[in-house]
Protein backbone atom coordinates (compact mmCIF):
# COMPACT_ATOMS: atom_id res chain seq x y z
CA UNK A 1 0.00 0.00 0.00
CA UNK A 2 0.99 4.04 -0.22
CA UNK A 3 1.81 6.22 2.31
CA UNK A 4 -1.01 8.12 3.47
CA UNK A 5 -3.43 4.36 3.36
CA UNK A 6 -0.48 2.41 5.67
CA UNK A 7 -0.84 5.80 8.06
CA UNK A 8 -4.53 5.36 8.25
CA UNK A 9 -4.63 2.11 8.93
CA UNK A 10 -2.05 2.54 12.03
CA UNK A 11 -3.83 5.08 13.21
CA UNK A 12 -7.52 3.39 12.74
CA UNK A 13 -6.09 0.47 14.60
CA UNK A 14 -5.04 2.06 17.73
CA UNK A 15 -8.49 3.72 18.07
CA UNK A 16 -9.50 -0.20 17.44
CA UNK A 17 -7.07 -1.13 20.33
CA UNK A 18 -8.45 1.77 22.37
CA UNK A 19 -12.12 0.16 22.59
CA UNK A 20 -11.10 -2.91 22.83
CA UNK A 21 -9.20 -1.66 26.19
CA UNK A 22 -12.54 0.63 27.03
CA UNK A 23 -14.52 -2.89 26.51
CA UNK A 24 -12.06 -4.61 28.94
CA UNK A 25 -12.38 -2.09 31.67
CA UNK A 26 -9.00 -0.35 31.31
CA UNK A 27 -9.77 3.14 29.14
CA UNK A 28 -7.51 4.84 27.97
CA UNK A 29 -7.05 8.17 29.01
CA UNK A 30 -7.39 10.31 25.86
CA UNK A 31 -4.18 11.87 25.29
CA UNK A 32 -3.08 7.66 25.34
CA UNK A 33 -5.90 7.68 22.90
CA UNK A 34 -4.60 10.83 20.80
CA UNK A 35 -0.76 9.78 21.00
CA UNK A 36 -1.29 6.75 20.34
CA UNK A 37 -2.96 6.89 17.01
CA UNK A 38 -0.55 9.36 15.92
CA UNK A 39 2.57 7.16 16.79
CA UNK A 40 0.63 4.04 15.06
CA UNK A 41 0.10 6.63 11.86
CA UNK A 42 3.73 7.26 12.09
CA UNK A 43 5.17 3.62 12.87
CA UNK A 44 2.95 2.49 9.80
CA UNK A 45 5.40 3.72 7.49
CA UNK A 46 8.36 2.43 9.03
CA UNK A 47 8.85 -0.58 8.00
CA UNK A 48 9.88 0.95 4.54
CA UNK A 49 12.94 2.09 5.45
CA UNK A 50 14.18 -0.60 3.42
CA UNK A 51 13.09 1.36 0.06
CA UNK A 52 14.73 4.40 -1.30
CA UNK A 53 11.68 5.91 -2.89
CA UNK A 54 9.15 5.47 0.03
CA UNK A 55 7.45 8.40 2.13
CA UNK A 56 10.12 7.62 5.06
CA UNK A 57 12.56 8.07 3.15
CA UNK A 58 11.79 11.46 1.91
CA UNK A 59 10.77 12.87 6.17
CA UNK A 60 13.97 13.89 7.39
CA UNK A 61 16.44 14.79 4.56
CA UNK A 62 19.32 13.19 3.52
CA UNK A 63 19.67 11.44 7.14
CA UNK A 64 16.65 9.42 6.33
CA UNK A 65 17.61 8.96 2.75
CA UNK A 66 20.88 7.46 4.38
CA UNK A 67 19.73 5.39 6.35
CA UNK A 68 16.73 3.76 3.55
CA UNK A 69 20.35 3.28 1.92
CA UNK A 70 21.92 1.30 5.03
CA UNK A 71 18.64 -0.54 5.87
CA UNK A 72 17.90 -1.82 2.30
CA UNK A 73 21.98 -3.55 2.13
CA UNK A 74 21.33 -4.86 5.73
CA UNK A 75 17.74 -6.65 4.66
CA UNK A 76 19.31 -7.78 1.24
CA UNK A 77 22.11 -9.10 3.24
CA UNK A 78 19.97 -11.15 5.63
CA UNK A 79 17.68 -12.20 2.90
CA UNK A 80 20.54 -13.46 1.06
CA UNK A 81 21.96 -15.29 4.05
CA UNK A 82 18.65 -16.75 4.94
CA UNK A 83 16.92 -17.90 1.89
CA UNK A 84 16.06 -21.32 0.95
CA UNK A 85 16.36 -22.76 -2.43
CA UNK A 86 12.37 -22.03 -3.40
CA UNK A 87 12.72 -18.48 -2.69
CA UNK A 88 13.12 -16.09 -5.55
CA UNK A 89 16.49 -14.41 -6.37
CA UNK A 90 16.16 -10.52 -6.07
CA UNK A 91 18.54 -7.41 -6.47
CA UNK A 92 17.37 -5.65 -3.04
CA UNK A 93 16.20 -5.64 0.49
CA UNK A 94 12.61 -4.26 -0.10
CA UNK A 95 9.71 -6.20 1.50
CA UNK A 96 12.50 -8.65 3.21
CA UNK A 97 13.38 -8.07 6.82
CA UNK A 98 11.69 -4.74 7.77
CA UNK A 99 8.17 -6.58 6.77
CA UNK A 100 8.26 -9.51 9.25
CA UNK A 101 6.52 -9.76 12.81
CA UNK A 102 9.94 -10.51 14.79
CA UNK A 103 11.10 -7.22 13.03
CA UNK A 104 8.05 -5.63 14.84
CA UNK A 105 8.34 -6.82 17.63
CA UNK A 106 12.17 -5.81 18.07
CA UNK A 107 11.29 -2.49 17.30
CA UNK A 108 8.34 -2.29 19.89
CA UNK A 109 10.58 -3.44 22.28
CA UNK A 110 13.45 -1.32 21.84
CA UNK A 111 11.37 1.35 21.65
CA UNK A 112 9.71 0.89 25.23
CA UNK A 113 13.55 0.06 26.80
CA UNK A 114 14.29 3.83 25.24
CA UNK A 115 11.02 5.33 26.41
CA UNK A 116 11.45 3.88 30.10
CA UNK A 117 15.09 4.04 30.02
CA UNK A 118 16.07 7.18 28.82
CA UNK A 119 13.72 9.29 30.56
CA UNK A 120 12.14 12.79 29.08
CA UNK A 121 14.69 13.08 26.23
CA UNK A 122 13.93 9.85 25.04
CA UNK A 123 10.35 9.80 25.10
CA UNK A 124 10.67 13.54 23.04
CA UNK A 125 12.69 11.73 20.38
CA UNK A 126 10.37 8.86 19.83
CA UNK A 127 7.35 11.23 20.28
CA UNK A 128 8.93 13.51 17.41
CA UNK A 129 10.37 10.90 14.73
CA UNK A 130 6.24 9.19 14.93
CA UNK A 131 4.45 12.76 14.64
CA UNK A 132 6.76 13.74 11.46
CA UNK A 133 6.28 10.66 10.02
CA UNK A 134 2.19 11.00 10.68
CA UNK A 135 2.21 14.34 9.18
CA UNK A 136 3.72 13.14 6.63
CA UNK A 137 1.46 10.07 5.93
CA UNK A 138 -2.00 11.40 7.10
CA UNK A 139 -2.01 15.04 5.50
CA UNK A 140 0.91 13.96 2.62
CA UNK A 141 -0.45 16.55 0.05
CA UNK A 142 -0.05 19.56 2.53
CA UNK A 143 3.62 18.43 3.78
CA UNK A 144 4.76 17.55 0.28
CA UNK A 145 3.90 21.48 -0.47
CA UNK A 146 5.46 22.60 2.88
CA UNK A 147 8.86 22.66 3.23
CA UNK A 148 10.71 19.95 5.24
CA UNK A 149 11.92 22.49 8.06
CA UNK A 150 8.13 23.40 9.13
CA UNK A 151 7.19 20.02 9.47
CA UNK A 152 10.34 19.29 11.70
CA UNK A 153 9.46 22.13 13.58
CA UNK A 154 5.50 21.17 13.69
CA UNK A 155 6.50 17.20 15.39
CA UNK A 156 9.10 18.63 17.60
CA UNK A 157 6.46 21.49 18.78
CA UNK A 158 3.54 18.85 19.12
CA UNK A 159 6.17 16.03 20.36
CA UNK A 160 7.19 19.14 23.66
CA UNK A 161 3.15 20.02 24.10
CA UNK A 162 1.97 16.58 23.79
CA UNK A 163 4.44 15.26 26.24
CA UNK A 164 3.87 17.84 28.87
CA UNK A 165 0.01 16.46 28.84
CA UNK A 166 0.84 12.77 29.26
CA UNK A 167 3.17 13.75 32.10
CA UNK A 168 0.06 15.64 34.07
CA UNK A 169 -1.45 13.11 36.54
CA UNK A 170 -4.25 10.81 35.12
CA UNK A 171 -3.45 11.73 31.59
CA UNK A 172 -1.82 8.45 31.03
CA UNK A 173 1.82 8.20 31.66
CA UNK A 174 1.27 5.13 33.62
CA UNK A 175 -1.50 3.64 31.27
CA UNK A 176 -1.61 0.24 31.67
CA UNK A 177 1.65 -0.84 33.25
CA UNK A 178 1.06 1.38 36.09
CA UNK A 179 3.40 3.03 38.53
CA UNK A 180 6.73 3.45 37.76
CA UNK A 181 6.90 2.15 34.50
CA UNK A 182 5.81 5.62 32.75
CA UNK A 183 5.77 5.26 28.95
CA UNK A 184 6.23 1.60 28.86
CA UNK A 185 3.37 1.13 26.63
CA UNK A 186 4.83 3.74 23.83
CA UNK A 187 6.18 0.65 22.09
CA UNK A 188 2.74 -0.99 21.87
CA UNK A 189 1.55 1.28 19.13
CA UNK A 190 5.23 1.42 17.38
CA UNK A 191 4.91 -2.39 17.25
CA UNK A 192 1.14 -2.47 16.04
CA UNK A 193 1.91 0.12 13.08
CA UNK A 194 4.64 -1.83 12.12
CA UNK A 195 2.43 -5.18 11.71
CA UNK A 196 -1.06 -3.26 10.28
CA UNK A 197 1.49 -1.97 7.99
CA UNK A 198 2.70 -5.54 6.97
CA UNK A 199 -0.88 -7.04 6.38
CA UNK A 200 -1.66 -4.25 4.44
CA UNK A 201 1.13 -4.85 2.06
CA UNK A 202 0.23 -8.62 1.89
CA UNK A 203 -2.92 -7.69 0.55
CA UNK A 204 -1.48 -6.28 -2.02
CA UNK A 205 -0.19 -8.65 -5.33
CA UNK A 206 3.63 -8.81 -4.51
CA UNK A 207 2.55 -10.35 -0.21
CA UNK A 208 4.71 -9.65 2.51
CA UNK A 209 6.88 -12.57 4.44
CA UNK A 210 5.43 -11.59 7.77
CA UNK A 211 5.98 -15.06 8.80
CA UNK A 212 9.86 -15.39 8.41
CA UNK A 213 11.88 -17.10 9.09
CA UNK A 214 9.15 -19.56 9.66
CA UNK A 215 9.49 -21.91 6.21
CA UNK A 216 6.24 -22.25 4.45
CA UNK A 217 6.48 -24.83 1.50
CA UNK A 218 9.74 -24.87 1.05
CA UNK A 219 10.06 -20.59 1.54
CA UNK A 220 11.84 -18.90 4.04
CA UNK A 221 10.33 -15.56 2.59
CA UNK A 222 6.95 -17.26 1.94
CA UNK A 223 4.83 -14.02 0.49
CA UNK A 224 2.02 -14.41 3.04
CA UNK A 225 -1.64 -13.08 1.31
CA UNK A 226 -5.21 -13.64 0.35
CA UNK A 227 -5.60 -15.91 -2.56
CA UNK A 228 -4.36 -14.12 -6.09
CA UNK A 229 -7.52 -12.82 -7.27
CA UNK A 230 -8.29 -10.83 -4.22
CA UNK A 231 -5.13 -8.85 -3.86
CA UNK A 232 -4.52 -5.48 -5.84
CA UNK A 233 -1.85 -2.90 -6.68
CA UNK A 234 -0.49 -0.21 -4.56
CA UNK A 235 -2.27 2.87 -5.22
CA UNK A 236 -4.96 1.36 -7.12
CA UNK A 237 -8.60 2.15 -7.31
CA UNK A 238 -9.34 -0.44 -4.03
CA UNK A 239 -6.98 1.79 -1.75
CA UNK A 240 -8.12 4.87 -2.24
CA UNK A 241 -11.82 4.53 -3.00
CA UNK A 242 -12.66 1.41 -0.41
CA UNK A 243 -10.13 0.89 2.10
CA UNK A 244 -9.22 4.52 2.90
CA UNK A 245 -12.98 5.38 3.90
CA UNK A 246 -13.03 1.90 5.42
CA UNK A 247 -9.92 3.02 7.83
CA UNK A 248 -11.66 6.47 8.00
CA UNK A 249 -14.84 4.83 9.23
CA UNK A 250 -13.40 2.59 11.13
CA UNK A 251 -11.17 5.08 13.02
CA UNK A 252 -14.01 6.77 14.07
CA UNK A 253 -16.61 4.08 15.35
CA UNK A 254 -13.07 3.10 17.53
CA UNK A 255 -12.45 6.31 18.59
CA UNK A 256 -16.23 7.41 20.00
CA UNK A 257 -16.28 3.60 21.55
CA UNK A 258 -12.94 4.19 23.30
CA UNK A 259 -14.25 7.74 24.92
CA UNK A 260 -17.66 6.20 25.82
CA UNK A 261 -19.30 7.73 23.08
CA UNK A 262 -20.66 4.55 21.93
Not at 113 to 123: F, H
Not at 170 to 194: S, V
Amino acid sequence: MMGPAHSLSGAAAWLGVGAAAAAAGHPMPWPVLVVGALICAGAALAPDLDHKSATISRAFGPLSRGLCEVVDKLSYAVYKATRAPKDARRSGGHRTLTHTWLWAVLIGVGSSVMAVSTDRWGVLALLFVHLVLAVEGLLWRAARMSSDVLVWLLGATSAWILAGVLDQPGNGADWLFGPGQEYLWLGLPILLGALVHDIGDALTVSGCPILWPLPIAGKRWYPVGPPKGMRFRAGSWVELKVLMPAFMLLGGVGGASALGFL
